[in-house]
Antibody
Framework: QIQLHQSGPGLVKPSQTLSLTCAIS??????????WNWIRQSPSRGLEWLGR?????????DYEVSVKGRISIAPDTSKNQVSLHLNSVTPEDAAMYYC?????????????????WGQGTLVTVSS | AIRMTQSPSSLSASTGDRVTITCRAS??????LAWYQQKPGKAPNLLIY???TLQDGVPSRFSGNGSGTEFSLTISGLQSEDLGTYYC????????FGGGTNVEIK
C-alpha cells in the first residue's frame, strides 16, 4: 500500500522559498505508471494543481501557468522522494499543500486522476 | 483554462436519501472527469474516474455519469459517513477542480 509522507516547514517568510518533501513508500518515484504531483488548497483559491514530475526514460516536468517560473518539482531517486520548491512566496501562497500520486499508463503520461494523497502540510506565509 | 462549475454549493439530506451533485465543464472534456470526497481535516479521496469508473474499495452507492460538458455524482442511499465536501476534477487539458459541494446530514 502506497504511503506519501510530507515534511517541511509550516511557516515561510514573504519573498522566501517554500520547500517541501514527499517521501514515497510502497511505490517508486521512477515508476513508469505514475506521476508525482503537488496540489494546494486554500479557501480563496480552492484546489489548485501546481505541477508534476514523472519518469519515462528521462524525467519530465509540467507546471501550472500561474506558478511557472517560481516552481520546481524534482525527484530524488536515492531517497525515493519528490520535492517542491516555490520561490518568492507571498501571502497568496498560503495554503494546505499535498503531495499526490496520479495514475499514468505505461505508454504515456497524460493528465489523469489522483489516486493517492499525502497527509498535507499547512503553509503560512508571514514575517 | 477549463472551468468546472459544481452545483449545488451545499446541500442537506437525510440518511437513505438519493443525492445528486452536478459538475459542468466550460468546454467538452469527453469522459476525463474524476470525483473526490473530502472529510474535514483530511485529504481528498478518489471516488470515481473516467466519469463513471468506481475506484477500488469505494461503496457501490456512489455512481458517476456524463460526458462532454455535463456530469453527475449520485449517492444512492446517503449514509452518515458520507458527510463532507465533494469535488469534480477534469484532466482533459491540464487539471482543474470544481469549487466543491458540501454535503450535510439532516
Amino acid at each position: 500500500q502506497i504511503q506519501l509522507h510530507q515534511s517541511g516547514p509550516g511557516l515561510v517568510k514573504p519573498s522566501q522559498t517554500l520547500s517541501l518533501t514527499c517521501a514515497i513508500s510502497g511505490d517508486s518515484v521512477s515508476s513508469n505508471s505514475a506521476a508525482w504531483n503537488w496540489i494546494r488548497q486554500s479557501p480563496s483559491r480552492g484546489l489548485e494543481w501546481l505541477g508534476r514530475t514523472y519518469y519515462r526514460s528521462i524525467w519530465y516536468n509540467d507546471y501550472e501557468v500561474s506558478v511557472k517560473g517560481r516552481i520546481s518539482i524534482a525527484p530524488d531517486t536515492s531517497k525515493n522522494q519528490v520535492s517542491l520548491h516555490l520561490n518568492s512566496v507571498t501571502p497568496e501562497d498560503a495554503a494546505m499543500y499535498y503531495c499526490v500520486k496520479a495514475h499514468c499508463s505505461v505508454g504515456g503520461c497524460f493528465y489523469s486522476w489522483f489516486e493517492s494523497w499525502g497527509q498535507g502540510t499547512l503553509v503560512t506565509v508571514s514575517s | 483554462a477549463i472551468r468546472m462549475t459544481q452545483s449545488p454549493s451545499s446541500l442537506s439530506a437525510s440518511t437513505g436519501d438519493r443525492v445528486t451533485i452536478t459538475c459542468r465543464a466550460s468546454q467538452r472534456i469527453s469522459s476525463f472527469l474524476a470525483w473526490y470526497q473530502q472529510k474535514p481535516g483530511k485529504a481528498p479521496n478518489l471516488l470515481i474516474y473516467n466519469a463513471s469508473t468506481l475506484q477500488d474499495g469505494v461503496p457501490s452507492r456512489f455512481s458517476g455519469n456524463g460526458s462532454g460538458t455535463e456530469f453527475s455524482l449520485t449517492i444512492s442511499g446517503l449514509q452518515s459517513e458520507d458527510l463532507g465536501t465533494y469535488y469534480c476534477q477534469q484532466y482533459n487539458a491540464y487539471v482543474t477542480f470544481g469549487g466543491g459541494t458540501n454535503v450535510e446530514i439532516k
